[in-house]
């Protein structure tokens, strides 16, 4: 399978622990983004990645939310201290860079559901 | 910053019949606008998109039209099929922002009966 790969698909925890989630974004695809999508909401940006550098984190939902994405291959999302309205689905999505300005398609996995308990 | 209102929130139509989602944006210098398409419990799929260059594009039996003076875009599902039952979500590129931002409607659920 050579799509976004994210693991694990679904995972479950006690509010106060820290999780961690994994993306693998299509080889070659120097962009990777995150979003939260709540049940009957749309997907919700998070944050992005242009090969290693993290262009764009204000919009992460607070400090206990962080990303890296160390070598510019796979990416790792880390919620510190669950709470119960963290749970949702964690969709990593990725994308070729092409020229200046102009627009890429976004490929999304299969996401990663998170149940705080 | 951009928003999106996407309607209708539901939709059912009969097996053969056309479908139509439509969305609404707020950014006049929004110039990229995919769908994608979500089954339960897996990630959402692009289908089609439309580049502000052009105003209608078609892809076998779906096609998108756009409408930059009312910033508006439409969905065109022909010929449906029950496989096409789906969450349906219409975005628009945040520009400005980090390339690719994509802004999303709260999506369409779209029921095709057999």
């Known amino acids: 399978d050579t799509g976004v790969s994210q693991n694990p698909r679904h995972k479950i925890t006690k509010r106060g622990q820290n999780v961690t989630f994994r993306c693998d974004p299509i080889?070659?695809?120097?962009?990777l983004y995150w979003y939260r999508q709540t049940l009957g909401q749309g997907p919700e940006f998070l944050t992005y990645?242009?090969?290693?550098?993290?262009?764009?984190k204000s919009r992460l939902l607070s400090d206990r939310f962080s990303a890296e994405r160390p070598k510019g291959s796979f990416s790792t999302l880390e919620i510190q201290r669950t709470e119960q309205g963290d749970s949702a689905m964690y969709l990593c999505?990725?994308?070729?860079?092409?020229?200046?300005?102009?627009?890429?398609?976004?490929?999304f996995g299969q996401g990663t559901r998170l149940t705080v308990v | 910053g951009e928003n999106v209102e996407q309607h209708p929130s539901t939709l059912s139509v009969q097996e053969g019949d056309s479908a139509v989602i439509k969305c609404t944006y707020s950014?006049?210098?929004?110039?990229?606008f995919p769908w994608y398409k979500q089954e339960l419990g897996k990630g959402p799929q692009l289908i089609i998109d439309i580049r502000s260059n052009v105003g209608e594009k078609k892809d076998q039996r779906i096609a998108v039209t756009l409408n930059k003076t009312a910033k508006h875009f439409s969905l065109h599902i022909t010929e449906t099929q029950p496989e096409d039952s789906a969450v349906y979500f219409c975005a628009a590129e945040e520009y400005g922002g980090s390339q690719g931002n994509l802004i999303f409607g709260k999506g369409t659920k779209l029921s095709v009966k057999p």
């Open positions: 080889s070659e695809h120097n962009r």
């Open positions: 990645f242009q090969n290693e550098a993290q262009l764009e």
């Open positions: 999505a990725s994308s070729p860079l092409r020229g200046t300005g102009e627009n890429t398609e976004a490929f």
């Open positions: 950014d006049s210098a929004s110039n990229y």
